[in-house]
T-cell receptor
Framework: DAKTTQPPSMDCAEGRAANLPCNHSTISGNEYVYWYRQIHSQGPQYIIHGLKNNETNEMASLIITEDRKSSTLILPHATLRDTAVYYCIVRGSTLGRLYFGRGTQLTVWP | DTEVTQTPKHLVMGMTNKKSLKCEQHMGHRAMYWYKQKAKKPPELMFVYSYEKLSINESVPSRFSPECPNSSLLNLHLHALQPEDSALYLC??????????????FGQGTRLTVV
């Protein structure tokens, strides 16, 4: 599975959009980009995933560049409850394995 | 229902004890996973079950013994653990082990302390 690079931490004001970047320059054509988040001491929560097209659901939007070497998770109106560690994962393996990198600690402040 | 239920939520055990962690899902998922997470670290994959068969063991010590009695249930049997095994143990499931296009759902974990 391709490795990912994320900034270790980011801040965002409540009500503003949070844009979390992820680099995955070695991604191959059949590998999906997944985003999860983990609020302190809870299990990881699925957010969104995509292959090449931009995706949107009730939680977030995922923008994948045309060359697929990077992506951005967008939380359109961040709230204090969005404070968490956000993991970008490139999933290429079968058997559904997810390998977590270090993630980005997002802190939303009032 | 996208719930994966883990019991117990907290467990304290001595190094000579035998205990088991339990994980259940009723979503019809055919892949189930155990992860271990130490404080301030990302989750690390331990085991993968695909259609109730152990498919991946990430070189986990034998004091951890997984079991999948049926498609809804996953156990992790613990024996002769060390204090460094203290961690949050996470269970997850996903619908189809053979596709990359399917999300995994995680339980809330069991916080294990070995004394």
């Amino acid at each position: 599975d391709a490795k990912t690079t994320q900034p270790p931490s980011m801040d965002c004001a409540e009500g503003r959009a949070a844009n979390l970047p992820c680099n995955h320059s070695t991604i191959s054509g059949n590998e999906y980009v997944y985003w999860y988040r983990q609020i302190h001491s809870q299990g990881p929560q699925y957010i969104i995933h995509g292959l090449k097209n931009n995706e949107t659901n009730e939680m977030a939007s995922l923008i994948i560049t045309e060359d697929r070497k990077s992506s951005t998770l967008i939380l359109p109106h961040a709230t204090l409850r969005d404070t968490a560690v956000y993991y970008c994962i490139v999933r290429g393996s079968t058997l559904g394995r997810l390998y977590f990198g270090r993630g980005t600690q997002l802190t939303v402040w009032p | 229902d996208t719930e994966v239920t883990q019991t117990p939520k907290h467990l304290v055990m001595g190094m000579t004890n035998k205990k088991s962690l339990k994980c259940e899902q009723h979503m019809g998922h055919r892949a189930m996973y155990w992860y271990k997470q130490k404080a301030k670290k990302p989750p690390e994959l331990m085991f993968v079950y695909s259609y109730e068969k152990l498919s991946i063991n990430e070189s986990v010590p034998s004091r951890f013994s997984p079991e999948c009695p049926n498609s809804s249930l996953l156990n992790l049997h613990l024996h002769a653990l060390q204090p460094e095994d203290s961690a949050l143990y996470l269970c997850a499931s996903s619908q189809d082990p053979l596709t990359r296009n399917t999300e995994a759902f995680f339980g809330q974990g069991t916080r294990l302390t070995v004394v």
